[in-house]
């Protein structure tokens, strides 16, 4: 497969309307996962997980019944499944959220599942609820297809740059309130409660209170920052110098706070996971050394079992 085919090409405004539409189909399912998992560190819980054909859930349950969901991107159609194989399918086209939000009460009810959610969406304003948000709302397949699949290459990346940390990290997720994939490292330290500055809109104060109780350096991509997207990073709490230090590749975007690397600069290099990586590597390592996280201990070299794990040329496994 040639880069283009794995890093495509997505520009950012091509696709804003369904993109929103997108976003809120996902809050709605995200919400059921909330109410139907414990609460895992951070969040973990209720995100949603890059498959083989979309974004799907974790296993959810009501009494007892486990059942999960799945966005697929291939067909265009979204699951609700019991583990017992029962399933109902809707097609994802273009049609209102309040549309999308009744489709998806009829399934749970043909399932005789219950996610009782808060019906109106976060992190967005206005935030209008579901089922009243009635206006015709475009869903154009290829776009939505095109970025699953530059998630698919975001989440390759990612899975290599998890293999060097042994500390606490987080899962490589996406978060629907902000629609961004991620991927988080933790020093195993406390951290002060998230000042007013970091609070965004038509969310509760405890949401950011739980998502930022430990020291972390957090990293992700998300469709926005550029004109194809960006890479992100950041410290939370930032330590002194982070946003003054030197990286070979990105920048310290001011009005963001965040250290940023556009999608189209890594979809047109040479070695497009070399440089996702190069990123991460160097924006962590400076978070890590100035607030003197203890990297002896939670570094590791991700090949350090490759002598035992493989032989010969062709890396044949031995065990």
């Known amino acids: 497969m040639s880069d283009t085919e794995t890093w495509p090409a997505l520009a950012v405004d091509s696709w804003t309307d369904t993109r929103k539409t997108l976003h809120l189909w996902l809050q709605i399912v995200g919400k059921m996962e909330m109410v139907s998992t414990p609460l895992v560190n951070h969040w973990w ?9 979309g974004f799907r859930t974790g296993m ?3 009494e007892g019944h486990p059942f999960d969901a799945e966005f697929d991107f291939i067909d265009h159609k ?17 049609k209102s959220v309040a549309t999308f939000y009744d489709e998806v009460q009829e399934a749970l009810q ?11 969406p976060n992190e967005v304003d206005p935030a209008v609820p579901f089922a009243e948000d009635t206006e015709d709302r475009p869903y154009d397949a290829q776009a939505v297809q095109t970025f699953w ?7 390759r990346s990612f899975m290599i740059w998890r293999a060097g940390f042994a500390g606490k990290d987080s899962p490589i997720q996406l978060f629907w309130g902000s629609l961004d994939l991620s991927c988080v490292r933790f020093s195993g330290r406390g951290a002060p409660k998230p000042p007013p500055a970091l609070h965004v809109p038509n969310l509760p104060s405890w949401v950011m ?3 930022e109780s430990r020291e972390n350096f957090a990293a992700g991509f998300w469709a926005g920052g ?6 992100y990073s950041y410290a939370y709490p930032e330590p002194d110098g982070f946003r003054s230090g030197k990286v070979s590749v990105g920048r310290f975007d001011d009005t963001l706070g965040e250290w940023i690397l556009p999608y189209d600069e890594v979809r ?8 996702v990586l190069t990123f991460l590597n160097e924006t962590y390592g400076l978070a890590a050394d100035l607030a003197k996280w203890d990297r002896k201990l939670l570094d590791v070299d991700p090949h350090r079992l490759d002598a035992e794990i493989y032989h010969g040329a062709d890396r044949s496994p031995l065990y």
């Open 60 to 62: 959810m349950f009501f």
């Open 209 to 211: 209170d739980e998502a």
């Open 268 to 275: 047109t290099s040479d070695d497009p996971d070399t440089m």
């Open 45 to 53: 819980n209720v995100t949603f997980q890059v498959s083989a054909r």
């Open 226 to 231: 550029s004109p194809e997207g960006s890479f």
């Open 78 to 94: 979204f699951y609700l499944r019991r583990a017992d194989g029962r399933q109902v399918s809707i097609a994802l086209e273009a």
């Open 149 to 155: 699949r530059q998630l698919v290459a975001v989440q």
């Open 110 to 120: 043909e399932l005789r599942l219950r996610c009782d959610i808060v019906p109106s």
